[in-house]
């Protein structure tokens, strides 16, 4: 992507300029949340929504590269860098801290939806909603006190993904990361942005990363 | 112009702070189509969740949530845009695919 106002040539997904006078700049990445319609609206029943302009024409909304998503093709211009651990086309949460990279495949997610992490030294919750295939990651700290989580099994709140803490057993909303019950209440964990991605294009930009894959039976 | 065709959501704020990690490689930028080929929104219109009554309950979404302001982006029509620039909470930001 370019910008208007020196025209230097930005990369989306890395949020930083490549060329031109801005080269060198990062943009500030803020958390945003990659999920369905019906569960962005239980949680955020106010939201506003996009207008296209051309809501009466169905067929102009139809996503032109529904097609692409399901397919193997890996972009149109070859990438540089090949990382076969898991499948290119596989979607995994990416992370960057301290310049260092990270990503969650959401097949391992799915099996494994509440992830209490420590990546360069912060601790961190990955949490993954199977229903709406939605992930997020927070800092598991509260008051700077670290916590541990697991998924609660009742009591969920319009079927979305349920926590307790090991510390004082409260429970949470696991996609907005606040505390619904118990000593903890009103609380809410520090967000992490993170990017959805497919493998093979975060790979690309971090060829380095690292990539979580406990829970599936084997070392890659 | 685009480099690589793949699907990636992110909302950035329009601050700029210098840092590395990426492995940006100038030399390989390849242009595929005119500039604004993919004409970004420039100036977005919103209408409440009533109003989405062409969305259904599994299309996928971009969601944001800064002060208390929340917005959805329909990934259908980002794919047609891209980027959208838009002040949400106060804040410039992109939102881009």
Do not use: C
Not at chain 1, 54 to 60: A, I, K, N, P, V
Not at chain 1, 141 to 158: R, V
Not at chain 2, 69 to 85: C, F, K
């Amino acid at each position: 992507m370019y910008d208007h106002q020196t025209e230097s040539l930005w990369s989306h997904l890395a949020g930083a300029a490549v060329t031109g006078p801005m080269k060198g700049e990062k943009l500030k990445p803020l958390q945003s949340m990659f999920t369905r319609w019906d569960t962005w609206r239980k949680l955020h029943s106010t939201s506003k929504v996009l207008s296209s302009g051309r809501e009466s024409f169905f067929s102009s909304m139809r996503d032109p590269y529904e097609s692409y998503y399901r397919s193997a093709d890996t972009g149109i211009i070859p990438t540089r860098v090949s990382d076969k651990r898991i499948y290119p086309k596989e979607y995994v949460l990416g992370l960057v801290l301290n310049e260092k990279a990270k990503a969650y495949p959401f097949s391992v997610l799915s099996r494994q939806p509440v992830v209490n992490d420590t990546f360069q030294g912060a601790p961190l919750l990955v949490i993954f909603d199977s229903e709406s295939a939605t992930g997020a990651i927070f800092k598991r700290q509260i008051d700077g006190k670290t916590l541990s989580f697991k998924q609660a099994h009742q009591g969920a709140e319009q079927r979305l993904l349920s926590l307790t803490d090991d510390v004082t057993g409260s429970r949470w909303q696991g996609l907005t990361g606040t505390a619904v019950q118990g000593s903890l209440k009103g609380k809410t964990l520090e967000p992490i942005p993170m990017t959805p991605s497919f493998w093979f294009g975060w790979v690309d930009h971090y060829p380095n990363t690292e990539l979580y894959l406990h829970g599936l039976g084997e070392k890659r | 112009m685009k480099s690589f065709l793949f699907p990636v959501s992110l909302a950035l704020v329009l601050t700029v702070i210098p840092a590395t990690g990426a492995d940006l490689r100038p030399d390989e930028i390849v242009t595929v189509l005119p500039k604004d080929a993919i004409p970004a929104i420039l100036r977005p219109r919103f209408g409440d969740s009533k109003s989405a009554a062409w969305l259904s309950g599994r299309d996928l979404v971009v969601g944001v949530e800064l002060s208390g302001d929340s917005r959805a982006y329909p990934v259908a029509t980002l794919s047609h845009h891209e980027i959208v620039n838009d002040t949400v909470g106060g804040q410039p930001i992109a939102v881009t695919w």
